[in-house]
């Protein structure tokens, strides 16, 4: 990481890395350091989820035929990784937000 860039925080234990292939790895990993670097990412790889919070965010990936969906947070000091999960509706469940605006509680916590 170099100086000025933002951690990605990923909450240990609770999120999982999907079984891409190497080739959707390093893509996903390509995007992500594109936000730690501080660009802002837009569609088709990105798309803002205002459900969630506001700096919110779905990165879009497909691996074969397969659509996985990265929900980050930016930060003004990280980029928070709130979920990685199979894409299997067109609308984001109920159960998603909660487990993301809860983390994204757990976070503010942790830092006052």
Same mark, same amino acid.
């Given at each position: 990481?170099?100086?000025? *860039?933002? #951690? &990605? @925080?990923?909450?240990?234990?609770?999120?999982?890395t999907?079984?891409?292939?190497? =080739?959707?790895?390093? +893509? %996903?990993? !390509? !995007?992500?350091? &594109?936000?730690?670097n501080?660009?802002?990412?837009?569609?088709?790889?990105?798309? #803002?989820? #205002?459900? /969630?919070?506001?700096?919110?965010? +779905?990165?879009?990936? $497909? *691996?074969?035929?397969? !659509?996985?969906?990265?929900?980050? =947070?930016? +930060?003004? *000091? %990280? /980029?928070?990784?709130? *979920?990685v999960? $199979? =894409?299997?509706?067109?609308?984001?469940?109920?159960?998603?937000?909660?487990?993301?605006? %809860?983390?994204?509680?757990l !976070?503010?916590?942790? @830092?006052?």
């Open positions: 990481m170099n100086k000025g *860039d933002k #951690p &990605l @925080i990923w909450f240990k234990s609770e999120i999982k999907p079984p891409f292939s190497d =080739k959707k790895r390093i +893509e %996903a990993g !390509y !995007y992500l350091r &594109l936000l730690q501080g660009h802002k990412l837009e569609m088709p790889h990105s798309k #803002p989820l #205002p459900d /969630i919070g506001r700096g919110c965010h +779905e990165l879009r990936m $497909k *691996d074969k035929r397969t !659509y996985w969906r990265i929900i980050y =947070k930016v +930060e003004s *000091d %990280a /980029i928070l990784i709130l *979920d999960f $199979k =894409k299997k509706t067109n609308k984001l469940s109920n159960k998603v937000i909660d487990r993301c605006t %809860a983390r994204i509680k !976070y503010k916590e942790s @830092i006052k």
